[in-house]
């Protein structure tokens, strides 16, 4: 079982920038996959990015690409989101997901834990 905690959301203005992290228990995290995902009011989930578990390889939504950087220290057992020109259609809750293969990508349905969410306002 993996327990997966998102902290680091908040209010920004457009063009500014926020960090995510997302804290996860257990001793075999540098083999789980990782992935943020996000949802605003009134949409469905969509996929934001995406680690494989030894951080090689990398995958971004279009709508973020250049702008938003995954990463993860399995030492620490944590993923970040490292989010920069935000703008208001940023604006979401942002959920980690642990995934036990080696890489989900964008895929929802391969992700087997999931965090409870981080709030992310961006204002005009």
């Known amino acids: 079982q993996v327990q997966l905690v998102e902290s680091g959301g908040g209010l920004v203005q457009a063009g500014g920038s926020l960090r995510l992290s997302c804290a996860a228990s257990?001793?075999?995290?540098?083999?789980?996959?990782m992935g943020w995902f996000r949802q605003a009011p009134g949409k469905e989930r969509e996929f934001v990015a995406a680690?494989?578990?030894?951080?090689?390889?990398?995958d971004y939504a279009d709508s973020v690409k250049g702008r938003f950087t995954i990463s993860r220290d399995n030492a620490k057992n944590t993923v970040y989101l490292q989010m920069n020109s935000l703008q208001p259609e940023d604006t979401a809750a942002y959920y980690c997901?642990?995934?036990?293969?080696?890489?989900?990508?964008?895929?929802?349905?391969?992700?087997?834990?999931w965090g409870q969410g981080t709030q992310v306002t961006v204002s005009s």
């Open positions: 680690i494989s578990a030894s951080g090689a390889t990398t």
């Open positions: 997901a642990a995934s036990r293969t080696f890489y989900a990508g964008s895929y929802t349905s391969l992700y087997d834990y």
């Open positions: 257990g001793r075999t995290f540098s083999s789980y996959a």
